[in-house]
T-cell receptor, first 110, second 110 residues
Framework: KQEVTQIPAALSVPEGENLVLNCSFT??????LQWFRQDPGKGLTSLLL?????REQTSGRLNASLDKSSGRSTLYIAASQPGDSATYLC?????????FGTGTRLQVFP | DAGITQSPRYKITETGRQVTLMCHQT?????MFWYRQDLGHGLRLIYY???????DKGEVPDGYVVSRSKTENFPLTLESATRSQTSVYFC?????????FGPGTRLTVT
């Protein structure tokens, strides 16, 4: 059974720092991995999708990597800003379904 | 409006009542999903559908019923609401690779 773990569970950093959020999954037979952002009381916004044949994807200050052999993905946030404060969720795509991690709650203070 | 919408956004109901949560998407995505999000449990899949008239159980289907007569709609019905079904419910749709989420319905069962 696929299990997805995110470390750390919470992170508080000053503005401007470069951050790494970690996601690990137990079954390397995934189709893709998706990173989401969730603001308090809101739905999930898709940030990046890495397909199984890809190693990384970039969007602005965000870069996500995927290493299927080690069962790991990382989300790199460059030059963090207070507006980046949110919960970040990774999800592994297994067969027809996404398996979600429990998230990393990020706070960036000025 | 383009995208994925849910209604109602907020609902309070009494134990034993039947409640239907609506989900509508305008992308003609084949796949649609219902999740619930609870503190301590993260996002859990209730039901999903690969196409009209095709539905399948997720991780926590008990007490819920779904139907999908049209590609764009995927209603979720709580046949006899219980307090344990108090939660935030998210609908999502997918072109198989990337999932897109609705804004959520906050349901309180008293």
């Amino acid at each position: 059974k696929q299990e997805v773990t995110q470390i750390p569970a919470a992170l508080s950093v000053p503005e401007g720092e470069n951050l790494v959020l970690n996601c690990s999954f137990t079954d390397s037979a995934i189709y893709n991995l998706q990173w989401f952002r969730q603001d308090p009381g809101k739905g999930l916004t898709s940030l990046l999708l890495i397909q199984s044949s890809q190693r990384e994807q970039t969007s602005g200050r965000l870069n996500a990597s995927l290493d299927k052999s080690s069962g790991r993905s990382t989300l790199y946030i460059a030059a963090s800003q207070p507006g980046d404060s949110a919960t970040y969720l990774c999800a592994a795509h297994a067969t027809d379904k996404l398996i979600f991690g429990t998230g990393t709650r990020l706070q960036v203070f000025p | 409006d383009a995208g994925i919408t849910q209604s109602p956004r907020y609902k309070i109901t009494e134990t034993g009542r039947q409640v239907t949560l609506m989900c509508h998407q305008t992308w003609s995505h084949s796949y649609m999903f219902w999740y619930r999000q609870d503190l301590g449990h993260g996002l859990r899949l209730i039901y999903y559908s690969a196409a009209a008239d095709i539905t399948d159980k997720g991780e926590v289907p008990d007490g819920y019923v779904v139907s999908r007569s049209k590609t764009e709609n995927f209603p979720l019905t709580l046949e006899s609401a219980t307090r344990s079904q108090t939660s935030v419910y998210f609908c999502a749709s997918s072109d198989y690779y990337e999932q897109y989420f609705g804004p959520g319905t906050r349901l309180t069962v008293t």
